[in-house]
């Protein structure tokens, strides 16, 4: 019997599936997000809030119906990535319950109450993700739809070209009877499908085929061509949906894979330059960039000026009031951001009320889910996985990144939600799928090798007794 680690990638026979661990780690994410909901709740009325229950029992329901997915149709996955999304999903939903509260955010035209909205979204995403499992049994199967999956892409980035700007960026389309939807959010997924199966095509050829100068490896001019064509393909997102984010995300994976596939620092070392190389161009004659690049060098000065200048020095502010400990869940006033508290900026409602200790607790849950996903590309047996595990990894890690560094003042404001947390119905179905997918993946990865067949020399060995 082959006795081996969780990273290798054989299982042993007996390895123990830790699906009572995901239950219990699940009943204790929602038990944490039904007393954040209380807490607010007495908090800004003194009493325990009406729709509790229905909130925690929604939540359990959500959770159970994930668990008994998982343990049905991928029982070795990964028993971590679900406890940690529903955790972070149960938080979302009871900081935006938060400011749904706010007297400030009901004064506003646009205010309508997002809780119950964000808590249907979450369904229909855990459906999506039960949906993932079912029907994907082999994630190698995406294989076959390699440049399927990059056409897909292509028209799920370019559609919100057609549609008006939304706050200065086109990201959304508008389907009558569905409402809007941000197509960039399902983009990543189908985006890292195709970088996957084309770099295990063309991996030895980027990795091997280069030249030594002065430390490090130039690829060939004829290997330049995928990174050139991504990197034009990210800045004319730029130019034409003024979409910053997507852009970084979109660059920023395919960098990602590349150096993960070849392991040349070379690619690292281009992607840096050519991402600021782009940006830097693109803020030098786009409005929506510059005001964005403005807020970000000075926040203050464009105060009563730009928008997003405003936004950045209130966000700051909140931050500056929570200190270490926070002023308490329902006690702050990052309500005054205003239309964006729930969803750019809902970080700082966290910044604010739980403190510089509740924020790092947070970022903690997101930096786990990125390393439950690299673990599960290392334990991957076919490359594919590998690549696909680390692409969807790095994709919601590069997301957290530039959202949190956004708001925090890092870099320019982005325009992206934060994965789970705030409010947005294409971001927390995208993102459940996201999960789903690495469940199946890590599914995968840990199922037991097959018993040995029966040697057939132990046969000829046997005795046979007249």
Do not use: C
Request: no cysteine; aromatic share 10%.
């Amino acid at each position: 019997m082959s006795v081996v680690t969780n990273t290798t990638t054989i299982g042993a026979i007996d390895a123990p599936s830790r699906r009572n661990t995901e239950l219990a780690l699940v009943a204790f994410a929602v038990l944490i997000s039904v007393f954040a909901y209380a807490n607010v709740g007495l908090a800004l009325n003194g009493e325990l809030p009406a729709g509790m229950l229905g909130y925690g029992l929604g939540l359990a329901l959500l959770g159970g119906v994930a668990h008994l997915a998982v343990r049905r149709f991928a029982p070795y996955a990964d028993p971590l990535l679900l406890p940690l999304a529903t955790l972070l999903n149960g938080l979302g939903l009871a900081f935006i319950w938060r400011l749904d509260q706010s007297e400030r955010f009901q004064a506003l035209e646009t205010f309508a109450p997002a809780a119950s909205k964000q808590l249907i979204f979450s369904a229909v995403g855990v459906a999506l993700m039960v949906g993932v499992l079912i029907a994907l049994k082999d994630h190698r199967i995406l294989q076959r739809y390699t440049y399927i999956s990059m056409m897909v892409a292509l028209i799920l980035l370019i559609l919100p070209m057609f549609f008006p700007a939304v706050n200065g960026a086109k990201i959304w389309i508008n389907i009558p009877g569905v409402g809007t939807i941000q197509p960039g959010e399902f983009a990543k997924i189908v985006i890292a499908v195709f970088f996957a199966g084309y770099l295990m095509v063309k991996r030895d050829a980027l990795a091997l085929a280069s030249r030594r100068f002065m430390g490090i490896y130039l690829p060939r001019g004829r290997d330049l061509g995928p990174i050139l064509m991504v990197w034009a393909f990210s800045i004319l997102i730029l130019v034409f949906e003024t979409d910053l984010g997507s852009s970084l995300l979109f660059f920023g994976m395919f960098v990602v894979m590349l150096y993960v596939a070849t392991e040349r620092t070379s690619w690292i070392v281009f992607g840096l330059l050519m991402s600021g190389a782009g940006a830097v161009g693109v803020a030098s004659f786009e409005p929506h960039v510059q005001d964005r690049v403005t807020a970000w060098l000075d926040p203050f000065a464009g105060w009563g000026k730009i928008p997003a200048s405003e936004q950045m020095a209130k966000s700051l502010m909140a931050f500056g009031s929570g200190g270490t400990l926070g002023t308490g869940l329902g006690q702050g006033n990052s309500d005054l951001i205003g239309f964006a508290a729930n969803s750019d900026f809902i970080l700082a409602t966290v910044g604010e009320e739980l403190g510089l200790a509740g924020m790092m607790g947070v970022l903690l849950v997101y930096g786990l889910i990125v390393e439950r996903g690299v673990r599960t590309a290392l334990a991957a047996r076919d490359p594919f996985g590998k690549l696909l595990a680390i692409g969807l990894s790095g994709s919601f890690a590069i997301q957290v990144f530039v959202v949190a560094g956004g708001v925090m003042g890092l870099i320019p404001l982005t325009g992206m939600t934060m994965p789970f947390l705030a409010q947005g119905g294409s971001s927390v179905i995208a993102n459940w799928a996201l999960v789903g997918i690495l469940i199946r993946i890590s599914d995968t990865a840990r199922r037991p090798a097959p018993a040995p067949a029966p040697s057939p020399d132990a046969e000829m060995t046997q005795v046979v007794r007249p």
